[in-house]
């Protein structure tokens, strides 16, 4: 994946996080809830009594680019040059991972974090730790880009 440098907007950038964190900060005020995609959806597979709120929750994640589409201007254009078995292999290890850390980056990153918690801050060490060796055995080992 390749970064456009020259169309990085960080005013959006700002005011993406900023938004994130008002929703963040809103749920967990409002319904006492973590905003972690990983354990939203997971309760809502498991069909935890709070159902309708983690069906919200997760509706409203993939609603956004849709209204972002139609109310401000087109999405960026993703292209992946990674193979569909490699990326399935990935979200498998990520959710793996996710359930081994009892949570995710937005669970642990952005909630813990926020909330000072030693476990989120252990845990986000570990993500970023175990990122920055798969980057590097991913590039420069095994030789994939």
């Known amino acids: 994946m390749q970064i456009a440098w020259e169309v990085f907007t960080p005013a959006a950038a700002l005011a993406g996080g900023a938004l994130i964190g008002l929703a963040a900060s809103w749920l967990v005020l409002m319904n006492g809830r973590i905003a972690g995609i990983s354990g939203m959806l997971g309760g809502l597979l498991d069909r935890a009594g709070d159902w309708p709120l983690r069906l919200a929750f997760v509706l ?32 498998i290890l990520v959710g793996i991972g996710t359930r081994l850390a009892s949570g995710c980056t937005s669970g642990h990153g952005v909630c813990g974090l926020s909330r000072l918690s030693p476990r989120s801050l252990l845990a986000t060490g570990c993500f970023m730790l175990s990122a920055g060796v798969t980057v590097y055995i991913v590039r420069h080992c095994l030789g994939w880009a």
């Open 60 to 91: 409203g994640l993939l609603l956004a680019p849709t209204l972002w589409w139609g109310l401000i201007g087109p999405l960026p254009t993703i292209q992946l040059a990674t193979p569909l078995p490699r990326l399935l292999l990935a979200g």
